[in-house]
């Protein structure tokens, strides 16, 4: 099926460990963003890819790194996790600007 | 920045009945989008309708419709006939037209219970 692939769907880290969130989309888009939610504050873009070879940062970037590998994959990686990086990771793409965004599945990671 | 405020927490509604979701946005532009989504418990986050900006009419997808009050900064969602796979966490979000800007913001989302 199209769509977007996250993995894993679920970690656990112990405080300082470090980890890498993988994305694939097969909808040929150019932009792809990580967000992340938290209870009451809605999703918060952490980096996104406008196309490849480009990334940028968002609202909430520190303590995050991310690689666009192709068009097709783009990862986010924790360097040395803390306990406030605890959240559920939502991975995106899109083409168009007024269409909205195709969502991975989300991956819960607990940070302890 | 664009902010999006959704006041309510939570809702609830008698299965069948007609909910209505309120979303409110700070903006200074004049040309954007606006979407809602749902989320279900399995987490997926699903895109339920779309609204342009510059479309004065109400977007309306089956049994969903917004209330797009491009003055008030207003953009809300009813839901009609609800059904109990209409429970979930609602989000509203907001997207510049702008080239440059590619973040979308969402609201801190509503949590709708669907009553038997």
């Known amino acids: 099926n199209a769509g977007v692939t996250q993995t894993p769907k679920f970690q656990v880290l112990k405080t300082g460990q470090s980890m890498t969130l993988q994305c694939a989309q097969d909808?040929?888009?150019?932009?792809m963003y990580w967000y992340r939610q938290d209870p009451g504050m809605g999703l918060r873009l952490i980096y996104y890819?406008?196309?490849?070879?480009?990334?940028d940062k968002g609202e909430v970037p520190n303590g995050y790194n991310v690689s666009r590998l192709n068009k097709r994959e783009f990862s986010l990686r924790l360097e040395s996790a803390a306990p406030s990086q605890t959240s559920v990771y939502f991975c995106?793409?899109?083409?168009?600007?007024?269409?909205?965004?195709?969502f991975g599945s989300g991956t819960r990671l607990t940070v302890v | 920045a664009q902010t999006v405020t959704q006041s309510q927490p939570e809702m609830s509604v008698q299965e069948a009945e007609t909910v209505t979701l309120s979303c409110t946005y700070d903006?200074?532009?004049?040309?954007?989008?606006l979407f809602w989504y749902k989320q279900p418990p399995s987490r997926q986050m699903i895109l339920v309708i779309r609204?342009?900006?510059?479309?004065?009419q109400n977007a309306t997808e089956n049994r969903f419709s917004v209330n797009f009050q491009k003055a008030a900064k207003s953009f809300s969602l009813k839901i009609s006939d609800s059904q109990l796979g209409d429970a979930a966490m609602y989000f509203c979000?907001?997207?510049?037209?702008?080239?440059?800007?590619?973040?979308?913001?969402f609201g801190a989302g509503t949590r709708l219970t669907v009553k038997p």
């Open positions: 995106a793409s899109s083409e168009y600007r007024d269409y909205g965004y195709t």
């Open positions: 909808m040929n888009h150019n932009s």
């Open positions: 890819s406008a196309s490849e070879g480009t990334t």
């Open positions: 903006t200074s532009e004049s040309d954007y989008y």
């Open positions: 609204q342009e900006a510059y479309k004065q």
């Open positions: 979000a907001y997207r510049s037209a702008e080239y440059n800007n590619n973040d979308m913001r």
